[in-house]
Every structure is written in C-alpha cells, then in structure tokens.
C-alpha cells in the first residue's frame, strides 16, 4: 500500500503563487506516475498535471500551462505543485494521486493511490 500526504494549501490573493507538497509513504518503491488533480464547489474532479518516474514526461491541463509547474524529487518521495499567477477560479481542494504503472495517467480512474486534499482558495 501507498499513503499520500498533501500539504501546502492555503489562502492567497489573486496573482500570488503556492507550492503544494504530496509527500509518500509505505511501498513507494512502487510508485511510478504520479499527479495533481482539483475539486471545487460543485463541479466534479478535474485533472491538472502529470507527471511520471523520470520526471521527463509532463502534461498539463489548459487552463494551467504556463502559471503551474509539477516536478518531484524521488529521493524524498515527494512531488511538488508550483502554482503562479492564482486566479479565484483555481479555488479547490487539491488531490495528490499516484499509480504503479509505468508512465503518465491523466485520468482519474486510472489512479490508485489519492491523499486527503489540501484546500486552496484564492481571493479576488
């Protein structure tokens, strides 16, 4: 088994920037794709960025490129979410997933492992 631990979230105002943490724990050794996926009020899940084991295969929602950026550090179990530019509408709890399979998932049914969520909101 795989645990997933989010944190980083917050209250910000628009334009300011966070950094999400998705920290792993128990069979890491297993853990190849992982992602970022949100949730706000009233609309379901959505999928923000991928990215897999070497770090080198990368995807990004539209409505994030250019202001978001996924990396990771596998010495430490750990992928990050630089989040740059917030608006209001990035507002949602935010969802660390992960998959044991080789490459990169930009679905949500195609995750195994999702931590808890940590909340961002962004004021106008």
């Known amino acids: 088994q795989v645990q997933l631990e989010e944190s980083g979230g917050g209250l910000v105002q628009a334009g300011g920037s966070l950094r999400l943490s998705c920290a792993a724990s128990g069979r890491t050794f297993s853990l190849y794709g992982q992602g970022w996926f949100r949730q706000a009020p009233g609309k379901e899940r959505e999928f923000v960025a991928a990215?897999?084991?070497?770090?080198?295969?990368?995807k990004y929602a539209d409505s994030v490129k250019g202001r978001f950026t996924i990396s990771r550090d596998n010495t430490k179990n750990t992928i990050y979410l630089q989040m740059n530019s917030l608006q209001p509408e990035d507002t949602a709890v935010y969802y660390c997933?992960?998959?044991?399979?080789?490459?990169?998932?930009?679905?949500?049914?195609?995750?195994?492992?999702w931590g808890q969520g940590t909340q961002v909101t962004v004021s106008s």
């Open positions: 997933a992960g998959d044991e399979r080789v490459g990169i998932r930009l679905r949500e049914n195609e995750y195994n492992y």
């Open positions: 990215i897999d084991w070497s770090g080198v295969i990368i």
